[in-house]
């Protein structure tokens, strides 16, 4: 994760108490709730005030993301021409309905098979020297809203944070 900059003016609502966690500055929320990216602060066992910047996810996210990257790189091995979305325009037409029809079955397969399962997960990445705590966050809700963000800075506050230990797949529709 790359380190974020944090402008010191935007965590005021934090410390005047105002707000338990804000929207961070530089990022819209989106309606879909699929994520949110947020600021809050925590205080550790050792008074040391942190700053903690959290994307937080859907897992069905998750699993979209792992379930194409999964695919592309079996189109990967069965079509050595194949150099990613990004170049696909550059392929010849026909190069590019089998490449795309390849995927589609890829990534059927994927789901039929049920290889592909995700789990609840916290991973947090420490800037000792900056107090700060980058947080990526994948919760099995169906959206990320007010109130799953809620619950999720009370316990990471508290430290008692508790994730389901259960993998999921999840439905996905071919376009």
């Known amino acids: 994760m790359e380190t ?41 066992e050792e008074g040391k005030e942190w700053v903690c910047d959290a994307v937080m996810h859907t ?3 998750l699993y979209h993301y792992q379930l194409h990257e999964e695919a592309e790189m079996r189109l990967k091995a069965l ?6 979305w990004e170049a696909f325009a ?8 089998k ?9 059927q397969e994927l789901i039929e098979e049920g290889e592909m399962k995700v789990q609840e997960s916290v991973e ?3 800037d000792e020297a900056n107090c700060l705590e980058e947080i990526d966050v994948y919760l099995n809700k ?14 990471y506050r508290r430290q008692s944070v508790s994730l ?5 797949s999840f439905e996905e529709e071919i376009e």
């Open 164 to 168: 389901d230990p259960n993998f999921y």
């Open 59 to 61: 897992l069905a996210t």
């Open 142 to 155: 169906e959206a990320i809203d007010v109130p799953a963000i809620d619950w999720f800075v009370q316990a």
């Open 4 to 44: 974020s900059r944090i402008e010191t003016h935007w965590l005021e609502p934090l410390k005047t108490g105002g707000k338990t966690w804000i929207w961070h500055p530089e990022f819209e929320p989106e309606d879909d709730g699929l994520y949110a990216h947020i600021l809050f602060l925590r205080r550790d």
């Open 79 to 84: 079509m050595p021409a194949w150099r990613g």
């Open 90 to 97: 550059e392929l010849p037409e026909a190069m590019q309905a």
């Open 99 to 107: 490449a795309q029809a390849l995927y589609d079955e890829i990534v």
């Open 124 to 126: 947090v990445y420490r």
